[in-house]
Protein backbone atom coordinates (compact mmCIF):
# COMPACT_ATOMS: atom_id res chain seq x y z
CA UNK A 1 0.00 0.00 0.00
CA UNK A 2 1.33 3.34 -0.94
CA UNK A 3 2.14 5.84 1.88
CA UNK A 4 0.69 9.01 0.17
CA UNK A 5 1.05 11.04 3.13
CA UNK A 6 4.75 9.78 3.37
CA UNK A 7 5.44 10.46 0.37
CA UNK A 8 4.45 14.16 0.55
CA UNK A 9 6.35 14.93 3.53
CA UNK A 10 9.21 13.93 2.14
CA UNK A 11 8.74 15.85 -1.00
CA UNK A 12 8.26 18.45 1.34
CA UNK A 13 11.45 18.30 3.47
CA UNK A 14 13.61 18.74 0.78
CA UNK A 15 16.59 21.32 1.22
CA UNK A 16 16.74 22.13 -2.29
CA UNK A 17 15.03 21.62 -5.60
CA UNK A 18 17.20 18.76 -7.61
CA UNK A 19 16.24 17.11 -4.05
CA UNK A 20 12.49 17.75 -4.15
CA UNK A 21 12.97 16.72 -7.62
CA UNK A 22 14.34 12.97 -6.70
CA UNK A 23 11.89 12.32 -4.18
CA UNK A 24 9.20 13.54 -6.37
CA UNK A 25 10.47 11.10 -8.83
CA UNK A 26 11.06 8.26 -6.38
CA UNK A 27 7.21 8.77 -5.32
CA UNK A 28 6.01 8.70 -9.14
CA UNK A 29 7.96 5.13 -9.46
CA UNK A 30 5.48 4.02 -7.11
CA UNK A 31 2.78 4.43 -9.77
CA UNK A 32 4.82 3.04 -12.53
CA UNK A 33 6.16 6.62 -14.14
CA UNK A 34 9.78 6.55 -15.03
CA UNK A 35 10.19 10.29 -15.81
CA UNK A 36 8.63 13.97 -15.61
CA UNK A 37 8.92 17.08 -16.80
CA UNK A 38 8.15 20.35 -15.10
CA UNK A 39 8.05 23.50 -17.31
CA UNK A 40 7.04 27.02 -16.82
CA UNK A 41 3.87 27.57 -19.83
CA UNK A 42 4.19 31.31 -19.21
CA UNK A 43 6.50 34.23 -18.11
CA UNK A 44 6.87 34.16 -13.79
CA UNK A 45 7.46 37.43 -13.32
CA UNK A 46 7.12 36.83 -9.31
CA UNK A 47 10.34 34.96 -9.85
CA UNK A 48 11.91 36.53 -12.69
CA UNK A 49 12.01 33.37 -14.74
CA UNK A 50 10.75 33.44 -18.46
CA UNK A 51 8.56 31.00 -19.84
CA UNK A 52 11.11 27.45 -19.86
CA UNK A 53 10.15 24.25 -21.35
CA UNK A 54 11.88 21.59 -19.48
CA UNK A 55 12.52 23.57 -16.74
CA UNK A 56 13.31 20.54 -14.44
CA UNK A 57 13.40 17.20 -16.06
CA UNK A 58 15.22 13.94 -16.78
CA UNK A 59 13.40 13.71 -20.08
CA UNK A 60 16.06 12.63 -22.98
CA UNK A 61 18.10 15.44 -23.54
CA UNK A 62 18.22 14.89 -27.15
CA UNK A 63 14.33 14.31 -26.83
CA UNK A 64 13.60 17.52 -25.17
CA UNK A 65 15.87 19.79 -28.00
CA UNK A 66 14.21 17.75 -30.69
CA UNK A 67 11.15 18.74 -29.07
CA UNK A 68 11.72 22.42 -28.62
CA UNK A 69 13.60 22.56 -31.90
CA UNK A 70 9.97 21.05 -33.71
CA UNK A 71 7.82 23.40 -31.68
CA UNK A 72 5.98 20.62 -30.69
CA UNK A 73 4.44 22.68 -27.94
CA UNK A 74 1.96 24.45 -30.32
CA UNK A 75 0.48 20.80 -31.48
CA UNK A 76 1.57 18.77 -28.81
CA UNK A 77 -1.83 16.79 -27.50
CA UNK A 78 -0.42 17.22 -24.23
CA UNK A 79 0.11 20.99 -23.93
CA UNK A 80 -3.66 20.78 -25.49
CA UNK A 81 -4.68 18.91 -22.32
CA UNK A 82 -3.68 21.80 -20.16
CA UNK A 83 -6.07 23.71 -21.55
CA UNK A 84 -8.12 22.26 -18.56
CA UNK A 85 -6.98 22.63 -14.81
CA UNK A 86 -7.80 19.22 -14.30
CA UNK A 87 -5.02 16.32 -14.58
CA UNK A 88 -5.67 13.86 -17.54
CA UNK A 89 -4.22 10.88 -19.22
CA UNK A 90 -2.05 11.60 -22.29
CA UNK A 91 -4.17 9.01 -24.82
CA UNK A 92 -7.59 10.74 -23.24
CA UNK A 93 -5.88 14.55 -24.26
CA UNK A 94 -5.04 13.41 -27.78
CA UNK A 95 -8.82 11.65 -28.18
CA UNK A 96 -10.37 15.17 -27.24
CA UNK A 97 -7.94 16.84 -29.51
CA UNK A 98 -8.76 15.08 -32.71
CA UNK A 99 -12.71 15.27 -31.65
CA UNK A 100 -12.11 18.96 -31.37
CA UNK A 101 -13.73 20.69 -34.40
CA UNK A 102 -11.50 23.45 -33.65
CA UNK A 103 -8.28 21.69 -34.11
CA UNK A 104 -7.18 21.26 -37.60
CA UNK A 105 -6.21 18.15 -39.76
CA UNK A 106 -2.82 19.10 -40.09
CA UNK A 107 -2.59 19.54 -36.57
CA UNK A 108 -3.68 16.29 -35.38
CA UNK A 109 -1.27 14.54 -37.57
CA UNK A 110 1.30 16.47 -36.60
CA UNK A 111 0.23 15.80 -32.80
CA UNK A 112 0.14 11.68 -33.81
CA UNK A 113 3.31 12.01 -34.95
CA UNK A 114 5.03 13.95 -31.65
CA UNK A 115 3.13 11.17 -29.59
CA UNK A 116 4.72 8.58 -31.82
CA UNK A 117 8.49 10.10 -31.68
CA UNK A 118 8.37 10.59 -28.18
CA UNK A 119 7.31 6.64 -27.45
CA UNK A 120 10.58 5.83 -29.68
CA UNK A 121 12.63 8.31 -27.15
CA UNK A 122 10.84 6.37 -24.13
CA UNK A 123 7.83 8.26 -23.54
CA UNK A 124 5.13 6.18 -24.73
CA UNK A 125 2.48 7.24 -22.70
CA UNK A 126 1.44 9.32 -19.04
CA UNK A 127 -0.06 11.93 -17.56
CA UNK A 128 -0.61 15.37 -17.64
CA UNK A 129 -1.19 17.94 -14.78
CA UNK A 130 -0.93 21.53 -14.59
CA UNK A 131 -1.22 24.51 -11.90
CA UNK A 132 -2.08 27.84 -12.25
CA UNK A 133 -1.44 30.96 -9.71
CA UNK A 134 -3.17 33.86 -8.77
CA UNK A 135 -1.28 35.85 -11.12
CA UNK A 136 -1.80 33.66 -13.90
CA UNK A 137 1.52 31.86 -14.08
CA UNK A 138 0.94 28.36 -15.07
CA UNK A 139 3.38 25.65 -15.29
CA UNK A 140 2.69 22.11 -16.72
CA UNK A 141 3.91 18.40 -15.92
CA UNK A 142 4.09 15.42 -18.11
CA UNK A 143 4.55 12.41 -16.21
CA UNK A 144 5.85 9.66 -18.38
CA UNK A 145 6.77 5.73 -18.76
CA UNK A 146 8.45 4.06 -21.50
CA UNK A 147 5.31 1.75 -22.20
CA UNK A 148 1.56 1.93 -22.79
CA UNK A 149 -0.53 0.30 -20.47
CA UNK A 150 -3.90 0.10 -21.05
CA UNK A 151 -5.76 0.12 -17.68
CA UNK A 152 -6.69 3.83 -16.77
CA UNK A 153 -5.94 3.88 -13.02
CA UNK A 154 -8.23 6.92 -11.64
CA UNK A 155 -7.13 6.65 -8.31
CA UNK A 156 -3.96 7.00 -9.09
CA UNK A 157 -4.56 10.00 -11.23
CA UNK A 158 -5.48 11.52 -8.04
CA UNK A 159 -2.54 10.85 -5.93
CA UNK A 160 -0.23 11.95 -8.64
CA UNK A 161 -2.17 15.32 -8.99
CA UNK A 162 -1.44 15.51 -5.31
CA UNK A 163 2.24 14.57 -5.12
CA UNK A 164 2.43 16.86 -8.48
CA UNK A 165 1.33 19.79 -5.90
CA UNK A 166 3.33 19.05 -3.27
CA UNK A 167 6.57 19.10 -5.57
CA UNK A 168 5.28 22.39 -7.61
CA UNK A 169 4.79 24.01 -3.78
CA UNK A 170 7.56 22.98 -2.63
CA UNK A 171 10.00 24.04 -5.84
CA UNK A 172 8.57 26.86 -6.11
CA UNK A 173 9.18 27.86 -2.58
CA UNK A 174 13.37 28.01 -3.10
CA UNK A 175 13.05 31.03 -5.40
CA UNK A 176 10.10 33.03 -2.85
CA UNK A 177 9.71 33.26 0.81
CA UNK A 178 5.59 33.39 1.80
CA UNK A 179 4.96 34.39 5.07
CA UNK A 180 2.85 31.88 6.96
CA UNK A 181 -1.12 33.24 6.32
CA UNK A 182 -2.68 33.62 9.53
CA UNK A 183 -5.64 30.83 9.28
CA UNK A 184 -8.21 30.73 12.22
CA UNK A 185 -8.64 27.20 14.14
CA UNK A 186 -12.25 26.97 12.12
CA UNK A 187 -10.42 27.21 8.68
CA UNK A 188 -7.85 24.90 10.05
CA UNK A 189 -10.47 21.96 10.62
CA UNK A 190 -12.10 22.57 7.25
CA UNK A 191 -8.68 21.94 5.60
CA UNK A 192 -8.29 19.00 7.93
CA UNK A 193 -11.28 17.22 7.09
CA UNK A 194 -10.94 17.62 3.26
CA UNK A 195 -7.09 15.83 3.82
CA UNK A 196 -9.10 13.06 4.98
CA UNK A 197 -11.24 13.13 2.17
CA UNK A 198 -14.92 14.77 3.54
CA UNK A 199 -16.66 17.01 0.79
CA UNK A 200 -18.54 19.72 2.39
CA UNK A 201 -21.39 18.33 3.50
CA UNK A 202 -19.82 15.52 5.41
CA UNK A 203 -17.31 18.72 6.78
CA UNK A 204 -20.62 20.56 7.62
CA UNK A 205 -21.77 17.43 9.70
CA UNK A 206 -18.62 16.92 11.55
CA UNK A 207 -18.16 20.56 12.76
CA UNK A 208 -21.96 21.39 13.38
CA UNK A 209 -22.28 24.06 10.68
CA UNK A 210 -24.08 24.17 7.31
CA UNK A 211 -22.60 24.22 4.43
CA UNK A 212 -22.96 27.57 3.73
CA UNK A 213 -20.78 28.25 5.99
CA UNK A 214 -18.29 25.95 5.38
CA UNK A 215 -17.95 27.11 1.73
CA UNK A 216 -17.55 30.74 3.63
CA UNK A 217 -14.77 29.49 4.95
CA UNK A 218 -12.82 27.99 2.00
CA UNK A 219 -13.52 31.58 0.34
CA UNK A 220 -11.14 32.84 2.93
CA UNK A 221 -8.94 30.09 3.38
CA UNK A 222 -8.68 30.29 -0.70
CA UNK A 223 -7.88 34.16 -0.32
CA UNK A 224 -5.77 33.32 2.07
CA UNK A 225 -3.39 31.10 0.38
CA UNK A 226 -3.49 32.23 -2.87
CA UNK A 227 -4.89 29.07 -3.83
CA UNK A 228 -7.62 27.84 -6.80
CA UNK A 229 -8.83 24.61 -5.68
CA UNK A 230 -9.38 22.96 -2.35
CA UNK A 231 -6.70 20.41 -3.50
CA UNK A 232 -4.27 22.80 -4.10
CA UNK A 233 -5.30 24.58 -0.77
CA UNK A 234 -4.69 21.28 1.31
CA UNK A 235 -1.29 20.78 -0.38
CA UNK A 236 -0.30 24.84 0.14
CA UNK A 237 -1.70 24.12 4.43
CA UNK A 238 0.45 21.03 4.81
CA UNK A 239 3.75 22.71 3.38
CA UNK A 240 3.05 25.82 6.20
CA UNK A 241 2.47 22.95 8.69
CA UNK A 242 -1.15 24.30 9.24
CA UNK A 243 -2.44 20.79 8.16
CA UNK A 244 -0.05 17.72 9.36
CA UNK A 245 0.62 15.70 6.19
CA UNK A 246 -0.62 12.37 8.13
CA UNK A 247 -4.16 13.60 7.72
CA UNK A 248 -3.45 13.05 3.71
CA UNK A 249 -5.09 9.84 3.85
CA UNK A 250 -7.30 9.83 0.81
CA UNK A 251 -7.13 10.47 -2.87
CA UNK A 252 -10.40 12.27 -2.55
CA UNK A 253 -9.29 15.45 -1.26
CA UNK A 254 -12.16 17.79 -3.11
CA UNK A 255 -11.45 19.90 -5.83
Known sequence: MRDLGGMVETI???????????????????????NAV?????????????????????????????????????????????????PFFWSDAAEAQRRDPLTSERTVRLAGDALRQGAEAGIADGIGVS?????????????????TIGKKDMGALAEVYLLSSSFHETYM?????????????????????????????????????TTHTVRFHWNNIFRKLQARSKVQATMIAVKHKIVAPSKIGSTQAQK
Open 38 to 86: YSLMNDHASIGLKAFHGFVTDYPEDWIKYYIEHSYADIDAVFYGFNKST
Open 12 to 34: QSATDGAGAFQHYKTALAAYGYD
Open 131 to 147: FCNSLGEKVGFGISRTE
Open 173 to 209: SFYSSVDVPNITDRERDVLSWSAEGKPDKEISEILGI
